[in-house]
């Protein structure tokens, strides 16, 4: 066996020579960087490698498990935008060992200040409440976690977070930007509009609306409609997707129903037991001849042929027609907005289906106004 000593000048260029010679079977990430940075500093009161791993470094990383998912690796990025909203993701760890060795941080400083956003990241990938909050912060936090696809805007949000959970930010300015961002967010999904430009708006959006002076609602707000990349669309634009747009297989289809559900008095069970039910079968079989070959086809994934069920009842009725399915609606659904959808219409037609998408669309536009208003 040879062994070879490699002096590195620059300790940048340690990881990318270990990569070259590892022949990229086993990539560095950045947490491994920042897990070789951190074990390389001093401790503050001394103790072994062994100890700071038990009492800091363990309970990191697996403050990051959900599961049996890590999300560890994914941390960085958005917790280095807040550091620094103009960071790349190849960047961060640069970066961050550049800011340690500036303040002369050691292992547990750095661990401290790296932990700082770790319960506000969680808050928003798995639904973690973080402490500090009030009951109607985690309320709302938690609904924009069950909205999900907010990757892009979790630097503000996790800003956000912090800033409310230390008691720096105002409670009521923060429901009214987290109503505004489930707006932006739920909006934009059902009229079917990319991500494209929210990155670039949300990792600059809490330093652009803090100047001058402190962070508003009203100054999010205006962030956000100025945004020349970013739509958010508006009242006509909703109700027509509403009305034409086939949203079964939209992500936030789910989403929009549970709060529907929720507003008309509904409680919002586990999502695992919440089955999106097609009142008009998606291939129906005999007692639906009020329906058109051309209306089933155009109709049967629209937002008001979809009903929130248990998965079993959602089994179990499959092709029926309307004269089976309602009563079972009226009478076994954990759902109100089932129960009530089944004593509102005594057919199923596709009249009755154009009225209640015009319910449904008004409903939804004050569910989620454009602008900062509490529904």
């Known amino acids: 066996m040879s062994v070879v000593i ?59 498990q959900s599961g049996d998912e890590s999300y560890f690796e994914d941390y960085f990025f958005p917790y280095g935008l807040i550091q620094d909203d103009n960071v ?24 401290t200040q790296l932990a700082d956003f770790q319960a506000d990241y969680m808050l928003l990938r798995d639904g973690r409440a973080a402490r500090g909050h009030s009951e109607a912060v985690t309320r709302t936090f938690l609904r924009l976690h069950r909205l999900g696809s907010l990757t892009a805007a979790f630097p503000f949000l996790m800003r956000l977070s912090w800033e409310v959970r230390k008691n720096e930010f105002d409670e009521s300015e923060c429901l009214k930007v987290l109503d505004m961002i489930d707006s932006v967010f739920t909006r934009r999904a059902v009229v079917g509009h990319e991500p494209t430009g929210l990155h670039a708006l949300f990792k600059k959006l809490w330093n652009a609306s803090s100047e001058p002076g402190p962070l508003t609602a009203a100054k999010v707000r205006e962030k956000i409609t100025s945004a020349p990349t970013v739509q958010w669309p508006n009242d006509e634009q909703v109700r027509t997707a509403i009305l034409r747009r086939a949203l079964y297989k939209a992500k936030v289809t789910r989403y ?21 039910e097609h009142v008009l079968p998606q291939n129906p079989g005999g007692g639906w001849e009020a329906f058109s070959d051309t209306e089933r086809s155009e109709m049967r994934d629209l937002l008001a042929n979809l009903l929130p069920l248990s998965k079993e009842m959602n089994q179990d009725l499959g092709r029926d027609p309307y004269s089976v399915k309602r009563p079972r609606y009226l009478d076994d659904s954990i759902f109100k907005m089932t129960r009530e959808f089944a004593a509102s219409y005594e057919e199923w037609t596709p009249e009755a289906l154009r009225s209640r998408s015009d319910v449904l669309a008004a409903t939804f536009l004050q569910r989620w106004p454009h602008g900062p208003t509490q529904p």
């Open 256 to 276: 929009v129903i549970l709060e529907l559900n929720r507003v008309t008095g509904g409680d919002v069970p586990d999502d695992p037991n919440m089955w999106i």
């Open 88 to 111: 790349k993701k190849s960047e961060v760890y640069q970066k961050l060992r550049s800011s340690w060795i500036k303040d002369g941080l050691t292992a547990e400083r750095a661990m």
């Open 6 to 64: 490699i002096e590195v000048k620059d300790p940048l260029s340690g990881p990318k020579i270990f990569d070259s010679l590892n022949s990229g079977q086993e990539p560095m990430t950045v947490g491994d960087l920042v897990r070789n940075d951190i074990f390389a500093r001093g401790n503050d009161g001394g103790g072994t490698i062994e100890d700071f791993n038990e009492r800091f470094w363990t309970p990191f990383l697996s403050g990051f």
